[in-house]
């Protein structure tokens, strides 16, 4: 499988910079339902999310469900959403 990569922003001087985590809104996702995370005319691309606790997801809405850590969560440039049976509050970057 090949390998898929996503770009996460920093901040900082030139090349330089802390990587940082900088939401542009906060989701309550309720039980059952999917954050898209792809751009659309009202919407930004979603490159990152934050959850303060272990929370449920399927990628895409399908498969098996896994445990997501408290903390932030790259997002893949394939993942068009993410599923939360258990419902979720997610800042969103």
Known sequence: M????TTI???GYGHQGLQVF???RIETIAAGNSLSTAQSATQ???YAIRVSDITDYQIN???DT???PAGCTGIASNVTS???P???VVEVM
């Open 2 to 5: 090949a390998s898929v990569r």
């Open 44 to 46: 930004a691309q979603v």
């Open 22 to 24: 900088t939401p542009n």
């Open 86 to 88: 258990n419902g979720a």
């Open 9 to 11: 922003p920093y901040s």
């Open 61 to 63: 809405g399908t498969g």
């Open 66 to 68: 896994a445990t997501m």
């Open 82 to 84: 993410l599923k939360f």
